[in-house]
């Protein structure tokens, strides 16, 4: 199949139909013709396209070695002066637009602007030999819903495509800390799937292009995947930066709500607080989750915004003790993929041979509760606004919207209705708090998803990742560096299921060739606004993992 | 007019009148024969009650030095062996007795509970030679809608009264370091005025009887002026606390939300999130809120809930800087009655006065809006659920309830129509969040009221204190030791309203002997967060004011 039938995007009404080819045929223009890639490898990509950038003959090798560093290494250079800020965005830009040919990832490329953004911090640094802020020169990739100032935006529907008026809170933070913007990336319809096909098309997973990247910020893990980008900005509501980073096998922190900036995105359903998502990194290693978390909240986003709470990064040294790590292979409701299993299953092998940590058993608390009570949260109106911005666009509902607003989760309530769903909300976060504390972990290890990467219209279990947003429980993701692999993960023939969701989980492995090459990664969470104990453990628990 | 005429509470059906005549016989059963006041001071009670306890002959000398005490004080001398927790807890308890013949303050008299729990934290003093924590020994009163395990609790309302199988999160924490509970004290139907008027009868002020002691938590604020409690526990979620500790010479902080325990109280509108209210203490020092809070946030309320934030109390240092002071004499909508103008003024004069703080005309942002904004929020389902409550109980609406859920601001919403408001809420406080930095007042000094303690049903102006409320922004009250003087305090003659509501509030003030007597308290604001600034500014400000 062809990449442009892989890709094929949300369908609508003749109107639809005319903005979206005007809207694909601006992108499409965007991209110079000189980064081109054959026709021919379009209409025949192999299955993992990740070494394409290094084998078109595209980018030089200079470029190539600039996209292979992180961004703690990409800010050393350009504040040592071994690398400019225009030297760096190009090679990422360049690599972007390879990578989006290859994975459709992303929704407005502006290379220009950021090389003009470049060539002002480079001035700056040579006229006054420092640099303007802790991220000097850092090209940063942008997902869709959040506005940078007179590009293209979204809030998931054709019918709020705006082109931002300002910065919101935090792209005008990274730009003032030195960041330098060149593309936006895509996300899904409603930006409440777990995938990523919107009007502007479906991302592809680089590492296999039958699957998914992920979702809602699924355009951003693709690309820092293909390095078009070293340094993403996600947000997560249910698992939105989560889930594509470990479909993609990048790092990436769901920080807890109200530290990081959300104000001024684009969102359909404003004012809306029973659940709420947070920004957060999308990167290439562990480092930079810091790097991006640290240089943010000190920058101080509550004085921006005031429903921010004033708590600076503070990673714990816990070099000095035995950090005590709860392992949650599955939740009781959803057995993941045999891929996951495997992962899991050796890195608590791992941890128990370590004397690092005191590895426990964790018990879940009711995920299946829990996962219907955010579920019901996302839409308290019975997804009445959804339907109306696929109206007002005449923008047909892709399956998994349909999916993610069904009964018997989803249903209209008056005010009194929400908030009983917001006191049993509570009720559960105060159970779950007790539970918690009971078991004495400073952190749980368990899957970031009922599987690897997922294949088209298919993730429709998020509890994995879900769970911790409706408890406002930090987590991060990072790379096994295990993948998919045909030949060990095979079909379980004495699976009995534990539920109907598991049943579907199951069928979706039976063939367990369609997930060949999909990275493996793992999930670390702490209790609510532990963000630097998850930052802290998840570096222990990997290096012990991969030893 | 006798006691009984003025302490009248709410009435109701047949039903109602014979359960609340027994809960009044049970709540007057409690008090013992040997506290009784005579008869004839009863039907002819002095304006000002305060001096009784001194002249009544019921409490002998060492009663009346202990109950002069601030908890402090108490503390210390419990700690240090000088002072037994019964003696202590039998002093406060009897004088609470006769604070409540005069002011109708409590709802529910358990000293006989408190010296139970008194004589355990006695031997277990007397045994291991130190106390069990920070308020060892230190009797506190409750607020009613604060559950204390087998004692009666109410949500203001006769249909929510209730026996408390446990004890709310407060109380839990108190009693775990060492306070003793023997009283818990009267607050108004709904708990949402800033008087207090309930099913349990009308609470007076004891500086002026047919004034106010304020509300919600104006039970608290009674008992304390009397010296009946030296620390009360109230709630503050549109000048709960602040309302009525100005009311009646107190000290008093509203803590910003989410920091402070509010978990378990009884509240006829759980899960409603939009506008929250925090607890906190009602005091006779300065120095005792920084007590309690500090004792309170060291216990780690967030470990009980997880909703609150792990902010302990952290008061800076100001010793060596200049405080920069805002002082808004008036919000541009009301203008204060004339003796709260009075203490502004002076106020005003002493800080410009001194070396130790710049002093700035505080210019208030669009606070006519945000009180508007704030009290849709109250009842966002149009007060349908009060409507319930009081139809449950056969109970009738007492008119600071019409009032109080009136047009145009309480009105019914759906689910997008609640989320609109929010979203409306989210806007002011960001534009107020822009508007208060650009001023770059580390605190502002304002009243805390629009005038000194109320005439019963007129408290309906309340936005000198709700204002903070919905900006979140915590706020101290203290006593300038300046009282509402009718030869010092006349009216204006060349008044000129800026308002419908600034002329009600005016014509309340036609007869300024009304108020004679009443305590002029000041409030000290700052941003979110900045508790701890409130509380050290409050005491360098107190300081000046009063050099």
């Not at 991302?203 to 980008?229: C, D, F, H, Q, R």
């Not at 045909?486 to 997930?515: I, K, Q, R």
Request: net charge negative; charged share 20%.
């Amino acid at each position: 199949m062809s990449l442009k039938a892989k890709i094929q995007g949300a369908t609508g009404n003749a109107e639809y139909t005319q903005k979206v080819a005007s809207l694909l045929a601006r992108l499409d223009a965007q991209i110079p013709a000189s980064l081109r890639l054959p026709e021919s490898l379009l209409e025949n990509p192999p299955l993992n396209v990740t070494s394409i950038p290094e084998t078109c003959g595209l980018l030089t090798p200079e470029e190539l070695a600039v996209t292979g560093l992180d961004a703690t290494d990409v800010l050393a250079r350009i504040a040592s002066g071994q690398l400019t800020a225009v030297e760096t965005v190009a090679a990422f830009g360049k690599r972007a637009a390879i990578a989006h040919q290859l994975t459709a990832c992303l929704t407005d490329f502006f290379l220009d602007e950021g090389v003009e953004q470049a060539k002002a911090l480079d001035g700056y640094f040579k006229r006054e030999g420092k640099v303007v802020g802790p991220l000097h020169g850092l090209p940063i990739s942008i997902k869709d819903s959040f506005p940078v100032k007179g590009r293209w935006g979204s809030g998931g529907f054709l019918s709020n495509i705006e082109l931002s008026a300002d910065d919101c809170d935090m792209t005008k933070i990274l730009r003032k800390l030195g960041a330098v913007f060149y593309v936006k990336t895509n996300q899904p319809q409603t930006i409440m799937h777990l995938e990523s096909q919107s009007f502007y098309g479906r991302t592809l997973n680089p590492y296999n292009i039958n699957l998914s990247s992920g979702g809602s910020s699924g355009g951003e893990s693709a690309l820092v995947a293909m390095k078009g980008s070293c340094m993403g900005i996600g947000s997560d509501g249910g698992g939105s930066i989560r889930g594509p980073c470990a479909f993609t096998g990048l790092y990436g922190i769901r920080p807890s709500c109200k530290t990081t900036p959300m104000g001024g995105t684009i969102w359909y359903q404003p004012g809306h607080d029973g659940t709420l998502a947070s920004s957060g990194p999308m990167c290439s290693s562990s480092r930079d989750m810091r790097l991006l978390v640290g240089a943010v909240l000190d920058a101080k986003p509550w004085l921006l915004d005031p429903g921010l709470i004033p708590l600076p990064l503070s990673v714990p040294d816990i070099s000095q003790r035995k950090l005590r790590v709860g392992v949650m292979i599955h939740d009781d409701v959803v057995l993941p993929h045999p891929p996951m299993l495997r992962a899991m299953k050796l890195a608590k092998a791992k941890l128990e041979a370590s004397p690092e940590v005191e590895v426990v058993d964790y018990v879940p608390l009711n995920h299946e509760e829990g996962y219907g009570i955010i579920r019901t949260l996302f839409f308290e109106d019975g997804a009445e606004t959804i339907r109306r911005c696929l109206k007002e666009g005449g923008e047909d509902m892709l399956p998994l919207t349909e999916w993610v607003i069904s009964p018997p989760h989803t249903k209209n309530h008056d005010v009194v209705q929400a908030w009983e769903l917001r006191a049993k909300r509570d009720d559960y976060r105060r159970a779950y708090s007790d539970h918690w504390q009971k078991q004495g972990c400073d952190v749980v290890l368990c899957p970031p998803f009922s599987g690897t990467a997922s294949r088209h219209d298919t993730a429709k279990y998020w509890a994995y990742t879900a769970i911790w947003n409706l408890l406002d429980y930090p987590g991060a993701v990072f790379p096994t560096g295990l993948i998919a692999d045909p030949a060990l993960d095979t079909v379980d023939a004495n699976f009995t299921p534990m539920g109907p969701d598991d049943d579907y989980n199951h069928s979706l492995f039976a063939a367990p060739e369609a997930y060949v090459g999909a990275p493996v990664n793992l999930q670390v969470i702490s209790s609510r606004f532990n963000d630097g104990l998850v930052l802290a453990a998840q570096d222990v628990i990997e290096r012990i993992v991969k030893s």
